[in-house]
């Protein structure tokens, strides 16, 4: 079984650039999460979808930060514009659904913002 | 809102002795609790979690522990081999977000 797959790995971008992420869950998963790790930190959630409802974007800045997941599969993250606070890594993870708790995370991208 | 405090946050052991890792949690509504360990350059990997209705769970080298009315709970590793230096994080859920620990950097000395 194919894990959760993110693009692209290392992204290097100059401040007020717009930036975008992209990430498949496991095949057949419902929720899929969007954190961002600084360094050193625990992840922290910027939005949970339900199939292609997100319902819980409390922590999303929604100033710069956008998300959209149109088929409940795939999903995008967008940064416009990003700024040098914003350097981080970005995960995604995905859970079978309601019922379950299991998160299963990507590989990330790790931005730069110089 | 739930808070989780982990410790230590770096902790250093020989390889073959054991390594405990513990977290605190404060919303009583928690009912599940993963670990995670990440490795660089990598995404976190789930490698054991337990939910509130039981007390401890084993898989080979690893356990945890939970004990709720003290709202704390624990990663023992036994047995340490240098596979498992990594940094390792606690959550605890309730609502099906997970509130993470700071972390633990985890170093096995050969």
């Known amino acids: 079984e194919a894990g959760v797959v993110q693009s692209p790995r290392y992204k290097i971008i100059e401040k007020k650039q717009p930036v975008a992420f992209w990430c498949n869950p496991i095949?057949?998963?419902?929720?899929l999460y969007w954190y961002r790790q600084n360094l050193g930190q625990g992840p922290e959630l910027l939005i949970r979808y339900e199939n292609e409802e997100a319902v819980d974007d409390s922590q999303l800045p929604k100033d710069r930060f956008s998300a959209e997941r149109l088929k409940g599969v795939d999903s995008t993250l967008k940064i416009q514009p990003a700024e040098l606070g914003d350097s981080a890594v970005y995960l995604c993870?995905?859970?079978?659904?309601?019922?379950?708790?299991?998160?299963?995370f990507g590989p990330g991208t790790r931005l730069t913002v110089t | 809102g739930e808070n989780v405090e982990q410790h230590p946050s770096t902790l250093s052991v020989q390889e073959g002795d054991s390594a405990v890792i513990k977290c605190t949690y404060s919303d009583s509504a928690s009912n599940y609790f993963p670990w995670y360990k990440q490795e660089l350059g990598k995404g976190p990997q789930l490698i054991i979690d337990i939910r509130s209705n039981v007390g401890e769970k084993k898989d080979q080298r690893i356990a945890v522990t939970l004990n709720k009315t003290a709202k704390h709970f624990s990663l023992h590793i036994t047995e340490t081999q240098p596979e498992d230096s990594a940094v390792y994080f606690c959550a605890a859920s309730s609502n099906y977000q997970l509130i993470w620990g700071a972390g633990t950097k985890l170093i096995i000395k050969p």
């Open positions: 993870a995905s859970c079978p659904g309601r019922s379950s708790y299991e998160q299963y």
């Open positions: 095949s057949g998963h419902n929720t």
